[in-house]
């Protein structure tokens, strides 16, 4: 009767510690919300630019996060307005890019418009600066959502054969251990042991969700 007890007792306090380890649904999205951004910060500082993404709803004045404004883009590779959760008003989403040019506004597109306007014929052909400024919103975009170029051209199922090559070391120093090694990696064309490298020798520590989760208050 003892041990049928304390077997309930353990299994019990194991539940209970599980509860806690695992994030919440309000964790996860909060925390989601937080690497899109970071995600969009880095794409912007390694190629030196900086991006403010206008997400508020013009009918509402809602602001929406980064999370609810990709979840509001129609499953549609042209129509790229995005509906608002709160009034259903749908809008243009739009970015502002402070490059070494001047400030720009373009079209902000989602991950599937972005990859339609990669496929477009003879994109894949040109060199990063080319399509930069040919194709200002599938550049970003491509950035933004998949990290790379060439990992969106891959994504977009097709070969990309210009060099991304950035000076990285000082431009990801602001992140290291804010995001994962993988992500960085990826960002920057490197291998992720290279950026775990780099963050130790920083003596920064590696990214956790969960003390994410403990900043944000949620």
């Not at 994030?23 to 900086?50: D, F, K, P, S, Y």
């Amino acid at each position: 009767m003892m041990m049928g007890l304390s077997m309930t007792c353990a299994a019990s306090q194991r539940l209970v510690q599980a509860q806690r380890l695992a994030l919440t649904q309000t964790q996860r999205a909060a925390i989601q919300c937080r690497m899109l951004a970071l995600r969009m910060e880095l794409a912007g500082a390694l190629v030196e630019e900086q991006y403010e993404n206008k997400r508020m709803c013009p009918h509402c004045h809602h602001g929406l996060t980064m999370l609810e404004q990709l979840r509001g883009f129609a499953q549609s590779d042209t129509d790229t307005l995005c509906t608002c959760p709160k009034c259903k008003h749908r809008f243009q989403p739009r970015l502002v890019a402070q490059t070494l040019g001047g400030t720009m506004e373009i079209i902000l597109l989602c991950p599937q418009q972005t990859l339609y306007e990669l496929r477009k014929p003879l994109v894949n052909g040109l060199e990063p600066t080319v399509i930069r400024d040919r194709h200002p919103a599938a550049y970003r975009g491509a950035l933004i959502h998949f990290g790379s170029l060439t990992l969106a051209f891959h994504r977009a199922g097709l070969e990309y054969g210009f060099p991304e090559v950035y000076p990285w070391e000082d431009k990801v120093v602001p992140f290291l251990g804010k995001m994962s090694d993988t992500d960085i990696a990826r960002a920057c064309r490197v291998s992720e042991d290279k950026i775990r490298r780099f963050r130790k020798k920083k003596g920064i520590k590696a990214f956790r969700k969960r003390a994410l989760a403990e900043e944000l208050g949620v």
